[in-house]
């Protein structure tokens, strides 16, 4: 079981794709949050293997969020979201996230993406 943070300043958002990784079967445990602060609160209490996160968030980006992921909890997987494509080619080179992803979701195919990541955390944490 996998202990999944989904990080989304909009609540339906994260009640879709909680409901997406519940559906999927019993390999996710799920946390969510609507903030960057409220993602970091989670973070202090619960022991997260992966955190998705939105890239455009008031207050605290998911760039922002997952650099401090990166810095703070090095061994969490981290994905980032986000619904435009320059983003998808800028911020590979910065090396935030494992995976960069684009909304629109292929949730079936981001659920195998995610269980074969997961399945091998440790080469992937070697990579970053």
Known sequence: MYNLLIVD????????????????????????????????EILEKENIDLIISDMYMPEMSGYELLNRVKNNYPNIVRILLSGYIEDSVDLPKNNIAHMYLSKPLRTKALINEIKEYMSNQEHILEEV
């Open 9 to 40: 300043d909009e609540e339906f958002l994260l009640v879709g794709m909680k409901r997406i990784f519940q559906s999927a079967g019993s390999d996710f445990n799920i946390f969510t949050a609507e903030s960057g602060h409220t993602a970091l």
